[in-house]
């Protein structure tokens, strides 16, 4: 090759744009169930497009599960897996990324990341109801970082949109369908099959555990809205005072119920700002106009509101259950390279949080009958509206949180089983009181 040739190809060869090497992210996972398989083989599907996109090459150096000889029908080097907590800890890793759910094992592995410095991610909403305000003081103290967008909405980046109005606007009211389990199984009652056939195919379809009573109960969106009011409101999980009304055996009733006036069911987690700065929370089933978005929000699909006075409320909705949208959260924040954001947190609180002093209507449906129930419930100081259209074993009635709580309670102490749901739905009479 003549001197002329090598020196033209060496000129181009400095013209050619430089590639930036890719920079490796270490990232240690805690748990390879649903959710960390969905992950692990998200990362596996993606490395060409996030190696493209981002510059950066991921590269899992620990898992974290029970059992190491357990086929996962993941493509994974034996070596990376282990059972011992102690030994994932002590990972050098940048990231660690949990995945196991639950409280103490999670929080061990949380506060050992964020003293070292890294970056602590996790879909977990009990930890951070539970712990939120301790891991994000420990990051902060630590120059460690602390996401949790997954946690909340699966692939509905609620938390995403609320930590970015901070500083702009504290939200009216946060309202929003948080639990995909539930969603389906109402979803599926609406289409005529019962409540156990309904939870029988969300199991098959892997959009609910074996035992799914925190979903269905109320337990987990109470979780998700703690945080949101935490992000929101800079309170703290355990200064809210929640009411909870949970899905029973006896949804059905509602469900047939809300079709007669042209409603759907939906179990509804809401934070509310009063004129004095007081906060309420709840998590009910409401029932909603059909053609409301609420309504047609159906199946798995999260949707979350934000009221900010503006002419329409800021929307963020997607599917909220199963291993592959929570995994895509996950990723999400993993693929976030801002600076470490400071959480509202507690100890300067401007909002209060109160028991809700408002009447609202309600619709209680009983068995075996509503005649069996009437005296428990007026005792509870329930309002019954009189002249209420309503299927047989059911009633409307008028009053505040608190007392249809206490009626469901002496319901239950007379062994009737019941459902209630708030009825947001427009009414012909007053609920004045």
């Given at each position: 090759m003549s001197a002329a040739v090598?020196?033209?190809?060496?000129?181009?060869?400095?013209?050619?744009?430089?590639?930036?090497?890719?920079?490796?992210?270490?990232?240690?996972?805690?748990?390879?169930?649903?959710?960390?398989?969905?992950?692990?083989?998200?990362l596996d599907d993606c490395a060409d497009t996030i190696a493209a996109r981002h510059g950066v090459k991921i590269e899992l150096s620990r898992i974290l599960v029970r059992d190491v000889r357990r086929d996962r029908g993941l493509q994974l080097p034996a070596t990376i897996l282990t059972s011992d907590r102690a030994s994932f800890i002590a990972e050098d890793v940048d990231v660690v990324v949990e995945a196991i759910g639950g409280i103490d094992a999670a929080g061990e592995i949380?506060?050992?990341?964020?003293?070292?410095?890294?970056?602590?991610?996790?879909?977990?909403?009990?930890?951070?109801?539970?712990?939120?305000?301790?891991?994000?003081?420990?990051?902060?103290?630590?120059?460690?970082?602390?996401?949790?967008?997954?946690?909340?909405?699966?692939?509905?980046p609620v938390i995403s949109l609320l930590r970015d109005l901070l500083g702009v606007a504290s939200p009216r009211s946060v309202r929003g369908i948080l639990n995909g389990t539930s969603n389906y199984v109402l979803t599926q009652i609406e289409r005529g099959l019962s409540y156990g056939d309904a939870l029988a195919g969300a199991r098959q379809r892997g959009l609910a555990e074996a035992d799914s009573s925190r979903d269905l109960d109320g337990r987990d969106s109470a979780a998700k809205l703690s945080i949101i009011a935490?992000?929101?409101?800079?309170?703290?999980?355990?200064?809210?005072?929640?009411?909870?009304?949970?899905?029973?055996?006896?949804?059905?009733?509602?469900?047939?119920?809300?079709?007669?006036?042209?409603?759907?069911?939906?179990?509804?987690?809401?934070?509310?700002?009063?004129?004095?700065?007081?906060?309420?929370?709840?998590?009910?089933?409401?029932?909603?106009?059909?053609?409301?978005?609420?309504?047609?929000?159906?199946?798995?699909?999260?949707?979350?509101?934000?009221d900010l006075g503006w002419a329409a409320p800021l929307t963020v909705?997607?599917?909220?259950?199963?291993?592959?949208?929570?995994?895509?959260?996950?990723?999400?924040?993993?693929l976030n390279s801002a600076l470490p954001r400071n959480e509202r947190g507690s100890g300067a609180e401007a909002f209060t949080p109160v028991d809700d002093p408002r009447v609202?209507?309600?619709?209680?449906?009983?068995?075996?009958?509503?005649?069996?129930?009437?005296?428990?419930?007026?005792?509870?100081?329930?309002?019954?509206?009189?002249?209420?259209?309503?299927?047989?074993?059911?009633?409307?009635?008028?009053?505040?949180?608190?007392?249809?709580?206490?009626?469901?309670?002496?319901?239950?102490?007379?062994?009737?089983?019941?459902?209630?749901?708030?009825?947001?739905l427009p009414s012909s009479g007053r609920c004045d009181r």
């Open positions: 090598l020196e033209r190809l060496h000129d181009e060869a400095l013209l050619q744009p430089s590639v930036p090497p890719l920079r490796t992210i270490r990232v240690g996972l805690a748990g390879c169930g649903v959710v960390g398989g969905a992950l692990v083989r998200l949380a506060r050992a990341a964020l003293r070292g410095g890294r970056k602590f991610i996790t879909a977990n909403k009990e930890l951070i109801a539970s712990e939120g305000n301790e891991l994000a003081a420990l990051a902060r103290d630590a120059a460690g970082s602390l996401d949790f967008g997954a946690s909340v909405g699966g692939s509905a935490w992000i929101s409101y800079g309170i703290a999980p355990s200064a809210l005072r929640m009411s909870r009304i949970g899905l029973t055996s006896t949804a059905d009733a509602l469900v047939r119920y809300a079709a007669t006036l042209g409603g759907r069911v939906r179990l509804l987690a809401e934070s509310v700002v009063l004129p004095r700065r007081e906060i309420i929370t709840s998590v009910e089933p409401v029932i909603v106009r059909a053609s409301s978005s609420f309504g047609r929000t159906e199946h798995e699909d999260n949707r979350v509101e934000v909705s997607g599917p909220g259950a199963g291993g592959p949208p929570t995994a895509t959260a996950l990723l999400g924040d993993l609202h209507r309600w619709l209680l449906a009983t068995r075996p009958s509503a005649a069996d129930s009437r005296f428990a419930i007026e005792e509870s100081c329930v309002r019954i509206v009189e002249g209420a259209n309503t299927p047989e074993g059911s009633i409307v009635a008028e009053a505040r949180r608190a007392e249809i709580l206490e009626a469901i309670r002496r319901l239950e102490v007379r062994g009737l089983d019941s459902a209630v749901a708030r009825l947001d």
